[in-house]
């Protein structure tokens, strides 16, 4: 399956420096996607809330036979998520001082683009699905953008490519 299998790439172990959030007070702190134990986790540490640790995938090999670029010419591995640092398109008008995460959606300090645009054009559904997160009696209120909302949107994740 892993057409990487036999090279060095699946056998070395995976580790990256990265920007994340606290998942408490929601603010920026220094993070790392490190390979354990077969696995793929981010590891941080917020001053204020102590360590976290959770899994972003459960096969290193897979995480890493899917993320696979190529080598530069100095042998250092390129992941293909990694984006040279253009802008991302700004999708709020916020004015929050506490910036990044509270403000920006995708903003420009983001090296990530968006791989997957999910619009929710209702919630309004009677299949009572066990697992839908968009569920009206669960979430308390009604989703039904209007077209130009939906425009607005469509446009947003269209201004930059994938």
Request: charged letters at 30%.
């Amino acid at each position: 399956m892993y057409h990487l299998e036999g090279t060095d790439v699946l056998n070395e172990k995976y580790y990256r420096k990265t920007s994340s959030v606290c998942p408490e007070c929601l603010k920026k702190i220094a993070a790392v996607v490190q390979e354990e134990d077969g696995k793929i986790f981010m590891v941080k540490n917020c001053p204020e809330h102590g360590d976290f640790k959770d899994i972003i995938s459960s096969s290193a090999k897979y995480y890493k036979w899917t993320h696979y670029q190529k080598k530069d010419k100095n042998g250092k591995i390129l992941w293909e998520f990694e984006k040279d640092g253009e802008s991302n398109p700004a999708d709020c008008a916020l004015d929050d001082d506490r910036g990044c995460p509270y403000n920006c959606g995708l903003c420009s300090e983001h090296i990530s683009t968006c791989a997957l645009a999910l619009i929710d054009l209702t919630n309004r559904c009677n299949f009572n699905c066990n697992f839908c997160y968009a569920n009206i009696e669960k979430s308390g209120y009604l989703i039904e953008p209007t077209l130009e909302e939906i425009d607005r949107i469509m446009t947003h994740f269209r201004s930059k490519p994938i």
